[in-house]
């Protein structure tokens, strides 16, 4: 059973190019639709690399059990390497170069861990897998920093993922516009 070992992943959503290569359904990784434009795919640790958990290998339980594994595999990984550094009006989440956007999947982590570090609610840029960075929703200058955060990224950074900001809205995650 790979799966209980998978760790959770975030991507963005994306329009298929038509040249992109489509592979058979049974060889296609195992994607979750945690909503707005959010997906989460799920990684086995290789030791030397990771691998994609695919469909067939999940034959015998849904995506929702998937993703519950995944998410619980991720938060475990919090506890031996998560760093926090305040830096100005923004808070910079540092874990492994490979994790650190997908922390927005842990709701306990938002919900109660870090609860007491805002105000009103949490704005978050997640431009690249290796880069989270949030704020308190009122913070002018904070919200300005993760843009020019987002903007010294992109269009050259790897692993992108959004140029978007977030806003926690009710345990979930929206795409925050002014």
């Known amino acids: 059973m790979i799966y209980q070992d998978c760790i959770a992943q975030i ?21 979750y639709d945690y909503g ?3 997906l989460a795919s799920f990684l086995i640790d290789n ?19 998937i993703f519950e594994f995944g ?9 031996t390497e998560l760093e926090l550094q305040q830096t100005e009006d923004v808070y910079v989440v540092s874990l492994d170069g ?6 927005i999947l842990i709701d306990q982590f938002w919900d109660v861990n870090l609860s007491h570090l805002v105000e009103n ?9 290796d880069v989270l960075v949030f704020c308190d929703v009122d913070s ?6 993760l843009r020019e955060i987002v903007e010294k990224v992109w269009p050259d950074g790897d692993h992108l993922l959004s140029k978007n900001l977030y806003k926690r809205i009710n345990s979930k995650w929206v795409i925050f516009g002014d």
């Open 121 to 129: 609610t949490f704005i978050a840029c997640i431009p690249s897998r």
């Open 98 to 103: 490979v994790f650190e956007a997908s922390l």
């Open 71 to 79: 998410v619980y595999n991720l938060a475990n990984k919090l506890n």
């Open 47 to 65: 030791m030397e690399n990771y691998s994609y958990l695919q469909n067939s290998d999940i034959v015998e339980i849904g995506v929702d059990k």
């Open 11 to 31: 991507k963005v959503a994306t329009s298929l190019d038509e040249n992109v290569l489509q592979l058979p359904v049974k060889d296609q990784p195992v994607v």
């Open 36 to 38: 707005n434009g959010i």
């Open 140 to 145: 002018v200058d904070g919200i300005k920093k």
